[in-house]
């Protein structure tokens, strides 16, 4: 594959290129965790201004998604009005090319755009090259919340935005 720009649109979670990479990162949660991801979503909370769905095109190839969504019960960081970050995911074939920090880079300024102060997610042990690039990226420990507070193999991370 050519090194290019990514394109990153916004688009809804039930896009067919969003609900193809959304099914492609499940199956690799199933392989590294026994199961996929079983946070509750509702795709609106994806929804402006709750929220923002994006995909990455390389040339008209989908590969890429990140999104995030309103996160109000956190407030690590001394953080006011905090977004998660869901659905991080560069496919296998255009890996290695740093559309991962591409992607996270368009989150993290869409998020303030939207004036949110701050990024929290939450990844897992099993995925060191996530863990590796959040933290080479600015992100430090928080409290565990929602669906996987208490699972050992959670990893919750976020960073101030302003």
């Known amino acids: 594959m050519a090194r290019q720009a990514l394109r990153i649109e916004q688009v809804r979670l039930t896009h067919p290129d969003a609900l193809r990479l959304v099914a492609d990162v499940q199956a690799e949660y199933a392989v590294l965790y026994g199961s996929p991801d079983e946070t509750p979503l509702d795709p609106t909370m994806f929804d402006p201004p709750a929220g923002r ?11 890429a998604t990140g999104a995030w969504r309103d996160r109000p019960d956190v407030h690590d960081l001394g953080l006011e009005r905090a ?6 995911y560069v ?16 989150l993290e300024q869409t998020a303030r755009a939207a004036g949110h102060d ?5 990844t897992g042990t099993r995925q060191p090259a ?11 420990p928080v ?6 507070k208490d699972a050992p193999e959670s990893v919750y991370l976020g960073r101030r935005l302003d």
């Open 53 to 63: 769905f994006f995909v990455g095109y390389d040339a008209d190839r989908p590969v």
């Open 83 to 88: 977004a998660e970050i869901k659905r991080m």
């Open 130 to 140: 996530a863990v590796a690039l959040y933290t080479a990226c600015g992100y430090v």
């Open 91 to 106: 496919a296998p074939e255009a890996r290695g090319r740093g559309l991962s920090r591409v992607v996270l880079a368009h």
């Open 118 to 122: 701050g990024l929290v997610l939450e």
């Open 143 to 148: 409290t565990a919340y929602g669906h996987y």
